[in-house]
């Protein structure tokens, strides 16, 4: 039986609205590597200026931001369930604040941010989350739309669905279930046991 959902944001709630291989182009990032993790490891000076232009682009998507189809159905039947429902972004706080008031996601209670602690894929991000809401792993339910979500889902226990628009998975992790899009996700949510 599970308790709780926690979302991915971009791509999962939000539609996608940064052009993730522009910004390597501008940040110079090679094709596979972290953007976060490449960017932390350069030195200071540099590594502020890349981190500048990073929060510049998540700001400027968030004013853009737009809910994903049918994402507004399915966070209403979690909240008529009663499940507990929270946000693990890599995204930066000012950007989830803006996107957040913009698509009306402002009632979401529990929301971590790259402020909050380690990234995704790093299973001790899940720490400060299980800890607020005293559950563990096995009790929660992940959506999200890449990689990283899936490692995440699969390093900690967690039940895991990908949200790709294909209706397949093309990643090298497994997940539980892929859904196309918030109606096949709502379908799949209601088949599940909830506590
Ligand atoms: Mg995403």
């Known amino acids: ?28 990032i090679p094709p596979g590597e972290s953007i976060l993790d490449w960017v932390n490891a350069l030195p200071e000076e540099e590594r502020e200026c890349r981190m500048n232009t ?7 998507a968030a004013h853009r931001a ?6 507004e159905q399915t966070l209403e039947w979690i909240l008529d369930h009663g499940i507990q429902v929270g946000i693990l ?28 602690g380690i ?24 959506v999200g739309d890449y990689l990283y979500d899936l490692l995440l889902a ?3 226990g967690m039940y895991s669905i990908l949200v790709h628009p294909t209706g397949i998975n093309p990643f090298q992790v497994d997940c539980h279930f892929v859904a196309r899009d918030h109606e096949a996700l709502l379908g799949h949510l209601k088949c599940l046991e909830w506590a």
């Open 1 to 28: 039986m599970f308790r709780a959902i926690l979302f991915d944001l971009d791509g999962t709630l939000l539609a996608p609205a940064i052009d993730f291989k522009a910004l390597r182009n501008r940040l110079s």
């Open 54 to 60: 990073l929060v510049e682009v998540e700001i400027e």
């Open 66 to 71: 737009t809910l994903l189809q049918g994402t």
């Open 89 to 116: 972004t890599r995204n930066c706080q000012e950007a989830w604040e803006i996107a957040s008031r913009r698509c009306s996601l402002d009632g979401i209670k529990w929301v971590f941010t790259r402020e909050s």
């Open 119 to 142: 990234p995704k894929p790093d299973p001790r991000c899940l720490e400060p989350i299980m800890n607020e809401w005293d559950l563990s792993a096995r009790d929660i339910v992940h």
């Open 154 to 156: 699969e390093a900690t």
